[in-house]
């Protein structure tokens, strides 16, 4: 049944186009079944969820943290993480770097631009980012690979595309302005309801959680 779902999603997704398994909620046995129908990407939002899976599954998968990050929780995610897609404010991509400093490692990340009109919706805004971008040279310990965002939870298709096409705006105007960001290469947009619409969108990375795994146990909780 997922090795189904997962085939029909990728049989209609441009090879180009990289799908993050989100399977939060979803217990191990989902995600090995995932895996064996050959899926190694994988995506959470839960920091103690993230750890716990991270350990237990097989090594070859690549995590990607897709969720809010509490500074007292990094220890459970950096470590693991492939990518932390969902760097939503400054003080977080701070504390970021001063993890990777203590560690010795460095960290993939993307910025996390706010898009819906929602007031609970999380990411910086344009300036934000950019100033970040201005300032990468502070960051030594961040590998800046792109930007993250989540359009609005509506049927107007036409909202979705404003936003998704807001974000891919910022995204062009930062690799356009900042060559010296030379991984900055992602744009991860794009979810079960509207990943089609974000690969027209120019989706470099799409987040899939339900069209795979089915419903999660607690939605609301999201
Ligand atoms: C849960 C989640 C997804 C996947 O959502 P679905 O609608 O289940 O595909 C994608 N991105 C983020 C940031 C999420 O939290």
Redesign the pocket.
């Known amino acids: 049944m997922i090795g189904e779902k997962l085939k029909s999603i990728l049989e209609e997704l441009p090879h180009s186009v990289k799908l ?1 398994a ?1 399977s ?1 909620f979803h217990p191990m046995e989902d995600i090995l079944e995932a895996y064996n129908a050959g899926q190694r990407r994988f ?1 959470e ?1 839960r920091p103690q969820e993230f750890a716990a899976k991270a350990v237990q599954l097989p090594q070859d998968i690549e995590w990607h943290f ?2 809010h990050l509490q500074t007292n929780k990094l220890k459970l995610v950096l470590p693991y993480a492939s990518l932390v ?2 760097i939503d404010s400054l003080h977080l991509l701070d504390a970021v770097e001063s993890w990777g400093e203590r560690n010795e490692r460095s960290v993939r990340v993307l910025l996390e631009q706010h898009l819906g009109s929602e007031q609970t919706k999380s990411g910086m805004d344009e300036e934000e980012i950019l100033q970040i971008c201005r300032d990468a040279a502070s960051y030594p310990h961040v590998r800046f690979c792109g930007l ?1 965002g ?1 359009a609005s939870n509506t049927d107007d298709e036409q909202q979705i595309r404003e936003e998704f096409s807001r974000i891919r705006t910022l995204f062009r105007r930062i690799a356009g302005e900042f060559p010296q960001l030379e991984e900055f290469t992602e744009l ?1 947009i ?4 509207d ?1 089609r619409i974000a690969v027209e969108c120019g989706a470099t990375i799409v ?7 089915g ?2 146990d607690y939605p609301n909780a ?1």
């Open positions: 993050v989100v939060k995506g939002n897709i969720g897609q969902s993250m989540m991860s794009g979810m079960s309801g990943w987040r899939i959680g339900t069209a795979i795994f419903y999660r999201l």
